[in-house]
């Protein structure tokens, strides 16, 4: 990565023994260089290479995403008794998360066909279209059927934010990027519309560690 030794050796140590916890409040800046570079290695094709995201660690995927919940209430990009959509099979935390009181969302199914190696129908996607729909909350490779959306129905969502949802905010949780072979985010894609989450849990075999 070119960094100097020093630093990223002082960053090291001081991140071990967690000399100056709490701060940065984002993330060490050699480990977000390192990061940024795996998930764009991994989540993104060839003309997405240049893309520059903004990272934020957490302790877990299931941490990231209800930050990222506790995040959109905080900051009234989502409000009680919005709707969101939510791809579905997905994982329980996001099944449950909308109806706890805190939440109170009223939740639209987005629904994969099993029969069509679990890819989202038209008909499904063309849901978004509804303005009132605040934000789409999917797992590109779904859990736990592993396959991604395929590249013809990521372009149909980017269509829908350019022409009829421009202010959708879709959540991707993409923890199984690396088991799909030249995997594409909607990150990608949409990045201005798109908070990805992403824990090397999965791919690494164990718990923890992970960004959103
Ligand atoms: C799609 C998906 N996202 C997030 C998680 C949670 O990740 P972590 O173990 O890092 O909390 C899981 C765990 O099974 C998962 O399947």
């Known amino acids: 990565m070119g960094f100097d030794p020093d630093s990223w050796v002082y960053e090291l140590v001081m991140g071990c023994i967690g000399d100056f916890y709490p701060e940065p409040d984002r993330m060490l800046p050699h480990a977000e260089k390192i990061v940024h570079s795996f998930l764009i290695e991994f989540l993104c094709k060839k003309q997405f290479k240049s893309c520059k995201y903004d990272l934020f660690a957490t302790e877990g995927g299931t941490g990231g995403i209800i930050y990222v919940f506790n995040s959109l209430i905080k900051?009234?990009?989502?409000?009680?008794?919005d709707k969101?959509?939510?791809?579905?099979?997905?994982?329980?935390?996001?099944?449950?998360?909308?109806?706890?009181?805190?939440?109170?969302?009223?939740?639209i199914q987005i629904k994969a066909d099993p029969n069509d190696n679990w890819q989202?129908?038209?008909?499904?996607?063309?849901?978004l279209k509804d303005p009132s729909i605040k934000a789409f909350f999917v797992?590109?490779?779904?859990n736990p059927q592993a396959k991604a959306i395929k590249d013809e129905?990521?372009?149909?969502i980017a269509d829908i934010v350019e022409n009829d949802n421009p202010n959708l905010i879709i959540i991707s949780d993409d923890v199984y990027a690396t088991?799909?072979?030249n995997f594409s985010s909607i990150m990608s894609e949409i990045p201005s519309n798109t908070i990805c989450v992403?824990?090397?849990?999965?791919?690494m075999g164990c718990t923890g560690g992970d960004w959103v």
């Open 75 to 81: 900051n009234k990009l989502i409000k009680k008794g």
């Open 84 to 107: 969101i959509a939510i791809g579905s099979p997905i994982f329980t935390p996001y099944l449950e998360i909308p109806h706890l009181n805190d939440y109170e969302l009223v939740e």
């Open 120 to 127: 989202y129908p038209d008909d499904e996607i063309d849901k």
């Open 139 to 142: 797992f590109n490779p779904g």
């Open 153 to 156: 129905t990521i372009q149909r």
């Open 179 to 181: 088991f799909v072979e």
């Open 198 to 203: 992403y824990s090397f849990s999965k791919h």
